[in-house]
């Protein structure tokens, strides 16, 4: 006789915590840890799984600098990554990151890009994009 034993599924998905926003170009960069008006010009997608402590973006940019390295942060919190454009302006990063050491320090959160030493903006930043706010909590 055989026995079968039922096993709960278990669901990590449930813990998954999802959000989008709008890249917007908002020239120099702002001193605000918020998002101002500006151009729609590609997509933030945030992913958090507290339960894996995984904390993820993809960033997609369009009409941006061509041939440029921005520096990738989560506003007034700091540096996560790079993401570099090609001849037309365009770029994508994938940026996985521990959730619980290098993920965002309170929400709702913002996402910037920013030229490094590009122009006149507030932190020596010049060319910026904003996306936000996330909540993922």
Do not use: K, W
């Amino acid at each position: 006789m055989l026995a079968l034993l039922a096993v709960p599924a278990l669901s990590l998905a449930g813990q998954d915590n999802n959000g989008t926003a709008s890249l917007v170009h908002v020239g120099l960069n702002p001193s605000a840890c918020t998002t101002v008006p500006g151009t729609d010009s590609g997509v933030v997608n945030a992913h958090l799984n507290a339960v894996q402590d995984r904390f993820g973006l993809n960033v997609s940019v369009h009409d941006a600098l061509p041939n440029q390295t921005y520096v990738v942060d989560i506003r007034c919190q700091g540096q996560i990554g790079t993401l570099t454009t090609n001849g037309q302006g365009t770029g994508t990063a994938h940026i996985d990151l521990t959730a619980s050491t290098s993920g965002p320090a309170t929400e709702p959160f913002y996402i910037d890009i920013s030229v490094l030493g590009g122009g006149g903006g507030s932190g020596g930043y010049g060319d910026t994009f904003l996306a936000g706010p996330f909540n993922l909590g």
